[in-house]
């Protein structure tokens, strides 16, 4: 239906630009697009103007004809249509098919429904430029987007919906709430953390010490930057070529940006002779690291080229492994739940296509994955295939608050580095054996994190993480003296605090520290500064009222405490 609903986006263009040359339109989620090849650039007049072609085409009701024909013919028949002859010379068949509604003939597979009138609501979005086939020596075409549904009801819902993630995008209130930035200047996909944002991931990355430390982890720091033959001999170099950076040359050796903090703990690790009785250890490190994305695919702080992962990997023997397994799962668990993250999904991903170590390693691994989920009763999926080169993992899925997907803890157990580094312990026999290590993040990296809680939140962050805990605003100069010993008792109690003492009115100081999204605004005025109290109004408008200052204080600290 939403790829039949292309083809009668393509006739209504045709309509109203008979010169119109056509790329593809194929179905996408919730909806379609097709590539056009214009005149000139459309506008948003335009859309309106395709939009109601379209409606009066699927109100005739004309039905969907196919047609088979020899290359040679198709040829013939899209000879004014270069994108289109393009695509019949590569396709493999001496026969291809036609659809054709009204007077519009696409190339194309099929299936369609059997006619316009089938098609059910639909709306047109967006338009945006796209290479013809991706590529950026090849010219733009301009691209339609549009969402379609079995019903009104149901497109009416969606769109709601995409207006409330519009609200939540971390982009715009990473902006807005002043949060952090990306420069040109500097480069897409690296970020730049102001106060705010960097206040934000310092108190996450405090708490994520405190439980590593209390889980028995150690932490660790290590370089950026190493040399290349470390990358070949661990298989990043030839599995993941296409997201590393170029090297670079220092003193005649090539080093790389790291991909992954791997390779680091190993080498801590090998730098002592390890007994049995020391495993497991457990490196855990907030670990900078650098992948190359294309540009086209970054996305504000979720999808980037530099990012922070909450790292950690246990060297454990193979009768360690379920436990250790165990433990990280109930950590990954006791986070989701600390942040606000009650609904998730787990996934088990198997054995990729490229793949190193033997098949017999692999379900040993999988095996003992799961194992654990079972033991837990942690009810998962199997995604087949999408384990990392060196071991299958386990996925957690967050979901916020308006249901969108994010990737959350990664556990991955691997059998295959240790083998490559020559990574071992000595047993209680004596004898030397390979140890097991297990990679693991539980929140997956600082940045995509943030970008996740500030969707969740809607920048409406638990007291704990809000950047700015409690703005005090006096009502008039006369109380600013006030305000400010407030902020610094306020201080004493580590809640942090600011003084609004801008000469604006009361009201549109507490809209504006409303609309900040700071948990408390703290109003004080003559009553207030007399019997040493406060009136406090919440982000969500509800007015508390008058409260002594030892209450308020009491206030703020059990919500911080509660992590709420
Ligand atoms: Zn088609
Ligand atoms: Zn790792």
């Not at 395709?50 to 004809?65: H, R, V, W």
């Not at 040993?364 to 999408?386: C, F, I, M, N, W």
């Not at 386990?394 to 990574?423: C, E, M, S």
């Not at 004596?430 to 290590?437: K, P, R, S």
């Amino acid at each position: 239906m939403r790829h039949s609903a292309a083809h009668v986006m393509a006739e209504a263009v045709q309509s109203l630009f008979p010169q119109a040359k056509f790329g593809i339109g194929p179905a996408i989620e919730n909806g379609f697009y097709y590539d056009f090849d214009l005149p000139r650039s459309l506008t948003p007049e335009d859309l309106t103007l395709i939009g109601n072609k379209m409606t009066e085409i699927i109100d005739d009701n004309s039905p969907f004809a196919t047609k088979e024909l020899s290359k040679e013919a198709a040829r013939r028949l899209f000879i004014d249509q270069p994108y289109k002859l393009e695509l019949v010379d590569e396709l493999p068949d001496t026969v291809v098919t036609t659809y054709t509604q009204g007077s519009f003939t696409d190339l194309c597979r099929g299936p369609h429904v059997a006619s316009t009138g089938d098609i059910g609501a639909f709306k047109l979005t967006h338009i945006a430029g796209a290479y013809w086939r991706g590529d950026e020596k090849r010219p733009m075409l301009q691209r339609i987007y549009g969402v379609a549904f079995d019903s009104q009801a149901e497109l009416e819902d969606y769109l709601v919906q995409q207006a409330e993630a519009a609200k939540r995008d971390h982009r715009r209130l990473g902006k807005e709430l002043d949060l952090f930035s990306i420069h040109e200047e500097i480069g897409p996909g690296l970020i730049c953390w102001h106060p705010k944002g960097a206040l934000i991931r310092q108190i996450i990355e405090d708490f994520w010490k405190e439980e590593h430390i209390k889980q028995g982890y150690d932490i660790v720091y290590t370089p950026h930057i190493a040399k290349i033959d470390l990358w070949k001999t661990s298989g990043h170099w030839d599995f993941y070529r296409d997201y590393l950076y170029s090297p670079m040359d220092v003193e005649g050796k090539q080093y790389i940006l790291k991909p992954m903090n791997c390779l680091g703990h190993i080498m801590i690790y090998k730098s002592q002779l390890r007994s049995y009785r020391d495993l497991p250890l457990r490196y855990a490190e907030l670990g900078t690291v650098y992948r190359y994305e294309r540009a086209g695919v970054l996305y504000g702080l979720a999808r980037v080229r530099g990012f922070t992962q909450d790292d950690a990997h246990i060297f454990c023997r193979s009768d360690q492994i379920e436990a250790e397994v165990a433990g990280v799962v109930r950590l990954s668990q006791f986070m989701m739940t600390t942040f606000g993250f009650n609904d998730y999904e787990v996934l088990l991903s198997t054995r990729p296509e490229k793949y190193a170590g033997t098949i017999q390693m692999w379900e040993q691994a999988t095996g003992s994955l799961k194992r654990v989920l079972d033991e837990l009763q942690t009810p998962y999926k199997e995604d087949p295939g999408q384990g990392v080169f060196y071991g299958p993992k386990i996925d957690i899925k967050l979901k916020d608050a308006i249901g969108h997907g994010w990737q959350g803890p990664t556990i991955q157990v691997d059998f295959n580095l240790p083998q490559r580094f020559h990574v071992c312990y000595i047993g209680s026999d004596g004898l030397e054996y390979t140890v097991t290590m297990i990679h693991r993040t539980v929140l997956g990296s600082m940045e995509r994190f943030v970008a996740c809680l500030i969707e969740h939140y809607s920048g409406a962050f638990p007291v704990w993480l809000a950047p700015v805990q409690a703005m005090i605003i006096p009502i008039a100069d006369r109380h600013s003296d006030y305000a400010h010993r407030i902020r610094q008792e306020l201080q004493q109690e580590k809640i942090r605090a600011q003084v609004d003492d801008r000469s604006e009115r009361m009201n549109m100081k507490i809209r504006e520290g409303q609309l900040a999204k700071i948990p408390y605004m703290l109003i004080v005025g003559d009553k207030e500064a007399a019997s040493s109290s406060v009136s406090i109004r919440l982000r969500n408008g509800e007015d508390v009222g008058l409260q002594s200052l030892s209450e308020a204080k009491a206030r703020i600290g059990t919500a911080i405490e509660a992590k709420a």
